[in-house]
């Protein structure tokens, strides 16, 4: 897997944002990086896959203290479960907005594979995900995003606030890219993306590679 500091970078390279954050290595650093950050932070424990299935993120926190107090709870419970844990990343906590997923998977015949769909902690449980062989028209882009189950969430369901589904639609179409410029991602996991009013943002990614020519070359 890619670190979590150059999956940023490489996001921001695409125009991708992500919110502010902070690597620490220990519960009292990641309290100095809350200071430092100020507002309402996410914090998460860096290693384990699954974190939130082993209490390995924690939301809307404050201050110091509480992050300190928090991560330290976190790391024994991780030590608990068995999980290996490699340090703990502070975020600015993004409000409100509609979460979704956005990805890329490398099938053996196709290359290449973006989906999108439904994401959050409800991903695995609802299943909704459409999927596109790279690279990704906007036409595609938008099909995608229209054909969902659950597409009513971004269009005010229920009288909520519209989400900006062309900010998704345009993520799609970077990510597509990114697959193509891209060659040794072989795996890429955005989940959650908050789709804001305005914008969207991605709050969680993953990133894994292999060389190329290692049998997944397209």
Do not use: W
């Not at 110091?64 to 790391?75: G, I, K, L």
Request: hydrophobic letters at 45%; aromatic letters at 2%; glycine letters at 10%.
């Amino acid at each position: 897997m890619v670190e979590p500091e150059e999956v940023e970078r490489l996001l921001k390279c695409y125009g991708i944002r992500t919110p502010a954050a902070e690597r620490a290595a220990s519960p009292a650093e990641a309290g100095e990086a809350a200071r430092r950050l100020g507002g309402r932070v996410v914090l998460k424990a860096i290693g384990p896959v699954h974190k939130t299935d082993v209490g390995g993120v924690r939301l809307d926190l404050s201050g110091a203290d509480e992050v300190t107090a928090e991560a330290a709870a976190m790391a024994r419970r991780l030590d608990e479960a068995g999980e290996r844990l490699e340090g703990f990343l502070v975020q600015e906590e993004v409000e409100g907005g509609v979460e979704m997923l956005v990805g890329v998977a490398v099938d053996p015949r196709f290359g290449p594979v973006v989906a999108c769909g439904a994401g959050g902690i409800e991903a695995e449980l609802l299943n909704d995900v459409s999927v596109r062989v790279s690279p990704v028209t906007d036409l595609d882009a938008a099909e995608m995003i229209h054909s969902l189950a659950t597409y009513p969430r971004l269009d005010g369901y229920r009288g909520a606030p519209k989400a900006d589904v062309p900010a998704l639609e345009e993520l799609v179409l970077r990510v597509s890219a990114m697959a193509e410029m891209h060659p040794e991602i072989v795996e890429m996991d955005c989940n959650p993306v908050k789709i804001l009013r305005r914008g969207r943002v991605i709050v969680d990614a993953r990133v894994r590679i292999e060389p190329v020519g290692s049998g997944h070359e397209h």
